[in-house]
């Protein structure tokens, strides 16, 4: 049965930069392992390539256009309701330690009169994480992180220990040089590998375990790497040459009258910088070492657990909340419309008996992020509140059973931050794209832009855009239908259950009402 339940996120995590999703060097003995111990998924899809609205529907069930925290820094609506809160009604509290993303409601807060210094106005600020250590890592770490004093503590005598040794080197003429310059990621950080975010974060998590005795619990542990800085302790930073490296996926045909908001995506600096062979051949064997190294502490958090005796009851799902291109198509970072971003790895060990005929198995039924919070929910016997969730549970594939099952996974994309949408001329208001994954189709509805089609049974590597070529039409019809249904159903009806309506249907006599009668 199981007790206690560790949800794992490693940040901007490529799904084929794992030895059991066929890289052919990378070394990811442990993740390897936990493939064999329970399900890996093979197609599962985030509903967002970007961090802030992918964790978001991670943490809620819930699509980005549901949930509305549609990029990072937005917000989560104070109304949504997360993990966290659906755990601690039944009695269970949802630990944190590392990254989350979600940025408080302040404007809710006040408008509802919640102190946020409240036990109530904390939780909510938090998206309902009771928080062991929260660390973004993508800048330097405030109060809400221990790894500051953790460092100075260590010896590293700085007033911001994290930009001058966690994410910096010493170059070959003697000088401290930073890892936000792509091109110094070669060298070792000046931090221990001891010392390193992924080890102090496995630390963190291993201490937690510790101290619950016998108690059941819930971690979310969410690894800030592989994400830039791509800077890596010593001896990771050195472990793969660029021969080691999978081939870069890009051809020069992709920029002829490439589509418009790709194009304008390509003129980002980080576009720019990945476009350079001297980038690529930097950062990619870097980029692994840093997945081998977590593989390395997960190894040692594994073994913790078992020491505890606790492996063996508890659920374990290990995600990313995406990809990243890495030079692929031209583009650095995520958020567009490509399998290396979208496509994510998603393992599931389910420890009941129940879901012994399905160990080591290989799922090809498509799975997404809204899913997770349903699939926890089901595995310690809570309810699944189905005027809210739009995921489900994954317990059934898990368990071998037969079962209807989703054939489209669908993203969304709001890049009304973004500098490719002034440049564009477009507004925040229009600055949106759906997207289908379907079959052999990958399709994107663009607001104010083409359609974009890719056939993945002939274009694998979705070199060849299909969106603007008459003989795709009815292709492209079909999926707008697809769409067009998916987005009809979102569940903004949240403040009465489907019991409740159930309740009320036809009920306006009972309540006074009598209308229409002769």
């Not at 091109?183 to 975010?197: C, I, Y």
Request: some cysteine; hydrophobic content about 35%.
């Amino acid at each position: 049965m199981t007790r206690n339940v560790l949800f794992i996120m490693a940040d901007q995590l490529r799904r084929d930069h794992l030895a059991c999703y066929g890289h052919p060097y990378i070394r990811t003995p442990h993740l390897d392992a936990l493939a064999r111990r329970g399900v890996r998924f093979d197609q599962a899809y985030v509903n967002s390539g970007v961090c802030g609205p992918s964790r978001m529907s991670y943490y809620t069930g819930r699509y980005p256009s549901s949930h509305g925290a549609t990029w990072n820094r937005v917000p989560l609506p104070i109304g949504e309701v997360t993990l966290g809160e659906y755990l601690r009604s039944a009695g269970h509290r949802l630990a944190l330690a590392g990254k989350t993303h979600v940025m408080p409601d302040h404007a809710g807060l006040q408008r509802l009169d919640i102190d946020g210094g409240s036990a109530l106005g904390a939780l909510l600020r938090r998206g309902g994480f009771e928080e062991i250590d929260r660390y973004d890592g993508h800048h330097r770490p405030g109060a809400e992180s221990g790894y500051p004093a953790f460092l100075r503590a260590m010896g590293y005598d700085s007033a911001d220990p994290w930009s001058d040794y966690v994410i910096s080197g010493i170059d070959a003429s003697g000088q401290v040089v930073s890892g936000w310059h792509m091109r110094n990621v070669h060298l070792p950080a000046r931090v221990a590998e001891p010392h390193s975010e992924t080890a102090y974060m496995t630390d963190q998590a291993m201490d937690f375990m510790s101290r619950q005795g016998d108690s059941p619990w819930v971690l979310h542990l969410s690894y800030v790497k592989p994400h830039w800085p791509y800077m890596a302790p010593a001896p990771y930073h050195a472990r793969y040459s660029f021969d080691q490296c999978l081939p870069v996926q890009r051809h020069a045909a992709e920029l002829e009258d490439a589509h418009p908001v790709v194009a304008a995506y390509r003129q980002s600096e980080e576009s720019q910088s990945f476009a350079m062979e001297d980038c690529v051949r930097t950062v990619r064997p870097v980029y692994q070492g840093l997945i081998e190294q977590l593989d390395h502490h997960l190894g040692r958090l594994f073994e913790h657990m078992d020491r505890l005796g606790v492996l063996q009851d508890t659920l374990i799902l290990f995600c990313a909340d995406h990809g990243e291109f890495l030079g692929d198509h031209w583009l650095g970072e995520k958020e567009l419309f490509y399998d290396m971003v979208q496509r994510v790895p998603f393992i599931v060990v389910d420890p009941s008996p129940a879901a012994d005929a399905t160990r080591g198995q290989v799922e090809q039924r498509l799975v997404e992020s809204v899913d997770v919070v349903p699939t926890i929910l089901s595995a310690l016997g809570l309810p699944c509140p189905s005027h809210r969730l739009e995921g489900r549970s994954l317990l059934p594939l898990l368990h071998g059973h037969t079962t209807d099952w989703r054939d489209a996974a669908f993203s969304e994309l709001d890049y009304s931050f973004k500098l490719a949408r002034r440049r564009l001329g477009h507004t925040p208001q229009n600055a949106r794209a759906y997207s289908v994954r379907q079959g052999r189709w990958r399709y994107v509805y663009w607001l104010e832009a083409p359609e974009q089609l890719y056939d993945l049974e002939a274009d694998p590597h979705e070199m060849h855009d299909l969106g603007r070529e008459a003989s795709t039409a009815s292709v492209r019809q079909a999926l707008r239908d697809t769409l067009l249904d998916w987005l009809a159903r979102r569940k903004r009806r949240t403040t009465l259950t489907d019991e409740q309506v159930e309740t009320s249907t036809h009920a306006h006599k009972q309540a006074g009402v009598y209308f229409g009668q002769w």
